[in-house]
Nanobody, 124 residues
Framework: QVQLVESGGGLVQAGGSLTLSCTAS????????MGWFRQAPGKERDFVAA????????TYADSVKGRFTISRDNAKNTVHLTMNSLKPEDTAVYYC?????????????????WGQGTQVTVSS
């Protein structure tokens, strides 16, 4: 059974930075693609970033490209989302997700396991 635990959320001023972390249990992490999604109040869950099992391939939503960086440490079963130049519209609950496969996807339906989410609030 895979469990994902996010951390690192909080309150930050516009223009600031935060790094989210997600630690996974289980033996499948190093062979799994990972993704970050976010959901603002009253909105659907949106794709943010994804990374391949090896970390050599990444993809980002246009809204965060150039500001956010996804990375992973397979030795520590951890994936990170470094967020710079944060904007009020980045405010959301951020979720980590793992899929039972190596290819990365933007579609949330392709992911099999989800964390409980961590709140990120960006004040103007």
């Amino acid at each position: 059974q895979v469990q994902l635990v996010e951390s690192g959320g909080g309150l930050v001023q516009a223009g600031g930075s935060l790094t989210l972390s997600c630690t996974a249990s289980g033996r499948t992490f190093s062979s799994s693609a990972m993704g970050w999604f976010r959901q603002a109040p009253g909105k659907e869950r949106d794709f943010v970033a994804a990374i391949s099992w090896s970390g050599t391939s990444t993809t980002y939503a246009d809204s965060v490209k150039g500001r956010f960086t996804i990375s992973r440490d397979n030795a520590k079963n951890t994936v990170h989302l470094t967020m710079n130049s944060l904007k009020p519209e980045d405010t959301a609950v951020y979720y980590c997700a793992q899929r039972a496969g190596t290819a990365l996807f933007r579609d949330s339906r392709k992911y099999d396991y989800w964390g409980q989410g961590t709140q990120v609030t960006v004040s103007s």
